[in-house]
């Protein structure tokens, strides 16, 4: 059974740090690795998909890259924003981890 | 617009008295999924179905009841509600079951069980 891990469960950076959020998975027989953000009281957002032979997607200020090998995915975010704060959780293969709470401070 | 829709968004209920929470999405997926929410628990997965009239459990299935006779509706039923089953459901749609394709979320039933 496939467990999913997000460390940590929060954060808090001043406005414009580079961070980086973590996901580690024990199963590498994954179909693909997605990044979600979920704003307190509504649903989750896709942020990147990653299918199972992609190393790594981009969107924006976002980064996420999959190492199936040593079963871990991380997003990098880049000169973070107080817009940015938000739970990230990470699914493989539609099974979730507990997420990252994200603060970033003005 | 695409999108999945889910109600209510808030349900009040009594032990024992059976609901009905409706998922519907416009996107023609095949894949959709409930989910419950808890704190410090994540995402769980109550069941799935992979294209309509197929059905499978996910990781908690126990209390819940599932049925997909069309494409674009996927009811969660709670045949006699439990205040353990107070959590935060949400449905879930992509074009094809996990297979690399972008999922998309309804906003939420917050469900309270008294």
């Known amino acids: 059974k496939q467990e999913v891990t997000q460390i940590p469960a929060a954060l808090s950076v001043p406005e414009g740090e580079n961070l980086v959020l973590n996901c580690s998975f024990t199963?590498?027989?994954?179909?693909?690795l997605q990044w979600f953000r979920q704003d307190p009281g509504k649903g989750l957002t896709s942020l990147l998909l990653?299918?199972?032979?992609?190393r790594e997607q981009t969107s924006g200020r976002l980064n996420a890259s999959l190492d199936k090998s040593s079963g871990r995915s991380t997003l990098y975010i880049a000169a973070s924003q107080p817009g940015d704060s938000a739970t990230y959780l990470c699914?493989?293969?539609?099974?979730f981890g507990a997420g990252t709470r994200l603060t970033v401070k003005p | 617009e695409a999108q999945v829709t889910q109600n209510p968004r808030y349900l009040i209920t009594v032990t024992g008295k059976k609901l009905t929470v409706t998922c519907s999405q416009n996107m023609n997926h095949e894949y959709m999924s409930w989910y419950r929410q808890d704190p410090g628990l994540g995402l769980r997965q109550i069941y799935y179905s992979m294209n309509v009239e197929v059905t499978d459990k996910g990781d908690v299935p126990e209390g819940y009841k599932v049925s997909r006779k069309e494409k674009r509706n996927f009811p969660l039923i709670l045949e006699s509600p439990s205040p353990n089953q107070t959590s935060l459901y949400f449905c879930?749609?992509?074009?094809?079951?996990?297979?690399?394709?972008?999922?998309?979320f309804g906003q939420g039933t917050r469900l309270t069980v008294v």
């Open positions: 199963d590498s027989a994954i179909y693909n």
């Open positions: 699914a493989l293969n539609m099974r």
């Open positions: 990653i299918q199972s032979s992609q």
């Open positions: 879930a749609s992509s074009l094809v079951g996990f297979a690399g394709t972008e999922a998309f």
